[in-house]
């Protein structure tokens, strides 16, 4: 179990102005933000990061819809973090998350998803490196956060 996570808002939670009330959930939870930024992917970077489901159907429109507006990207930290967050947004399908969970209350559906959320330590680690390099992560202490 390790003390951090990736997560990023969505573009269409974004545009409907969701990003200060999952913020807020995710800080309730526990969770303390280690790095955070918003940026916009280009089709080759959602590409890139969405590669694992290259052979899947819905690539392409999933990297469409990850690259047609900003994003937030955040590295959270708290102990556990992995399976806290992913208890935290709910199941991938709004429409069967848990009453409560971010996903439930902020995406449209599967396609349309509010936030991303790793679901492995080791991909916490492989997706927070896409994002931010070591010299932009900070931990509770204000240090640099070299995981």
């Known amino acids: ?29 526990g969770f303390r933000i280690a790095a955070m930024k918003m940026v916009l992917l280009s089709k080759s970077e959602a590409e890139a990061f969405y590669a694992v ?43 069967q998350a848990a009453e409560g969970t971010i996903r439930r209350q902020f995406a449209e559906s599967v396609q349309a998803n509010a936030v991303h959320g790793s679901d492995s330590d080791e991909n916490a680690a492989i997706e927070s490196t896409f994002f931010f390099p070591f010299k932009e992560r900070y931990s509770v202490d204000g240090d640099l956060f070299m995981q």
């Open 53 to 95: 489901h290259k052979e899947r159907p819905f690539y392409g429109e999933l990297v469409d819809f990850m690259s047609s507006g900003p994003v937030v990207a955040a590295i959270l930290e708290k102990v556990n973090a992995v399976e806290d967050y992913r208890r935290l947004i709910g199941s991938t399908n709004p429409a």
């Open 1 to 29: 179990m390790g003390n951090f996570t990736f997560t990023m808002i969505k573009p269409r939670a974004v545009a409907k102005g969701y990003t200060g009330a999952i913020l807020d959930q995710i800080i309730k939870d």
